[in-house]
């Protein structure tokens, strides 16, 4: 995907006029990482002064891999399954530059390293995600990032993610605004900030930032699946099935459509139908590696299958899979202790299942 400054040479021009010299200064020297050092979307080219040789107008798709012959910037951003912008160094591989103008004071330390300190924040997150207090801290971190680098796109679009997750949801809609004012591109703010409608069940402003996100992202399954488990959710099962079924039809391969399509099932009571897509799901590689491009809620919904049926010893082998996996994107909606709970209960059924036997 790509993201910028208004692409529009005009309001370009007026942007880029209201800026600080502050900013003119790190335009001028490539910034290393920064609002114009971008992974998801490099900006239309600019230039500043005469000599600067701006940069290209080139849209990198978010697998990481940069159009043949065309340059990227020293520093680059993707986004991690878990929808966090991510730095990295040229053409997404590496480490990312060193920040050269902003000054981060966290806990007493302080760094230049705006990168590093977006990654670190995100790897310390991510060993338990569903963790509240891991969420919270993560968030302090962003904002302490944001007063010293307001213009920072991974720290005003990672913040806005937290808030979301913590459930402040104006706060998130409004930093998610902000984040798709400076890369317009991005369909990842329309994503979240239909999320964030749907919490605060405005239909409407679900719809349209979904829909907003697919003009952005065609490509991309995100939201058409989105829409399809909304629709489901909100008992438009009719709309869910459209969706749905498009959904599979631009992306066969995408595990989520099909996780989608068996949740349609089983709302209508048809566990088998439902069962047996689930199992079609392909989750290893043919050397018997585990694939990445599955959705492991699939687990969740095989062990509840499972466990309607009686056969605990399956359900706890599919609970446990979620459990190895503390940093997956299942646990942006799921709460881990919880699961471990369930897992407890589980155990005890599989063990007096197996003496009855």
Known sequence: MTMGIPSDMHDRNRYLSTRTPLLN????????????????????????FPESPGFPDLLVPEDGEPLPGKPTPDGTFSRSRQDFIICTGKDFQGPAPTGTFSTITW????????????????????????????????????????????????????????????????????????????????????MNIARACEELQDHRCVMHYYRKAHEL????PDALFALGVYSLETDRKPQARIYLKEGLNQFPDD??????????????????RARVLLE???????????????????????????????DYGRA????????ENPGDPFFLENNRSKLEKEKEVLERLAKAQSVSD
């Not at 910034?31 to 998801?40: D, E, V």
């Not at 990672?158 to 997750?165: H, Y």
């Not at 595990?255 to 088998?272: P, Q, V, W």
């Not at 694939?291 to 509840?304: E, G, M, V």
């Open 25 to 48: 200064r790190r335009l001028y020297s490539c910034f290393k990482i920064s609002l114009l050092a971008l992974t998801l979307i490099l900006v239309p080219a600019i230039n500043v």
């Open 107 to 190: 806990q007493g330390n302080a760094t230049d390293d705006v990168g590093r300190f977006n990654n670190e924040t995100i790897e310390e997150l991510l060993q338990d995600l569903s963790n509240q207090k891991n969420r919270e801290i993560a968030l302090q971190r962003f904002e302490v990032g944001l007063k010293a680098d307001p213009q920072f796109y991974p720290f005003l679009y990672n913040s806005a993610r937290l808030n979301l997750l913590l459930r402040n949801f104006e706060e998130a809609i409004r930093l998610f605004q902000r984040a798709s004012g400076l890369i317009p591109r991005d369909p990842g703010p329309n």
């Open 217 to 220: 992202a065609p490509l991309r």
């Open 255 to 272: 595990s989520r459509m099909k996780i989608g399509m068996a949740r349609l099932y089983l709302s209508s009571g048809d566990k088998l």
């Open 280 to 310: 079609s799901i392909p989750t290893e590689t043919l050397t018997g590696d585990r694939r990445k491009d599955y959705d492991l809620s699939l687990h969740y919904y095989l062990a509840d299958i499972y466990r309607e049926s009686r």
């Open 316 to 323: 706890l082998n599919q609970i446990n899979i979620l459990l």
